[in-house]
């Protein structure tokens, strides 16, 4: 999602976007399975259930490689989340459906200074449980919803021939994005019952808020589309 989450900083958002999410997903997945294949055929299954750190554990020649690399990554990847989530909240209070964040909304062509200072606070009081295991299934949560509700946009703007919904991809239908939704939640619910509760509960309290002051927006939602779409239908 980093790619679209800065969308507004690409030159041709409709194009470097596909292209860099698609082939990321095919190098990541690659990489990974590689690493599953190779840690599988060079150690017996009771060292990979225990040592959680097999890497640095066979690196060569030293470990420390591996330590090293595992940091300057997290770093990396902290540091690409909040430069994409400052912009995300930005975009999201430039909007008006959430009037509560109006004050992070950047002007056209600044930083958006105060949203990054309120990621860069809630980054800390994450980092300060001092416990990855603790914050692990919220983080998880979360990012399975995200996905949820993008998933769920691309089925019903498919569903109710939203004409600003023109996928480039030939082959795609909603009921892929529907189960791709559904499996989410699946996933959320088979991870943690409650935290998942929690995480559907909050986001419903988002959108019934930014339902009440759609009025501040230029266009509606996709249930609204779903019913104008019933009705023509029925018609």
Sequence with gaps: MAGANRSADLKDPKSSIPTGTLFAQIATS??????IFVFGAVAPRETLLNDKFFAAT???????IVVYGVMASSIGAGLSSMVSGTRLLSAIASDGTLPILKIFAAPPGKEPRLALLASACLCTLAISVGELNAIAPILTMFFLMCYTCVNMSCAIC???????????????????SLFAALLCVWMMFAMAPIIAAVAILFCATIFTYASYNSH???????FQGMKFQLAKNLA
């Design 30 to 35: 690659l990489i990974y399975m590689t690493f």
């Design 158 to 176: 498919e569903l109710v021939n939203d004409p600003s919904w023109r996928p480039t991809f030939r082959f795609y239908h909603w009921s892929v």
């Design 58 to 64: 066979i690196a060569w020649p030293v470990r420390e």
């Design 216 to 222: 501040n927006a230029k266009w509606g939602d996709g």
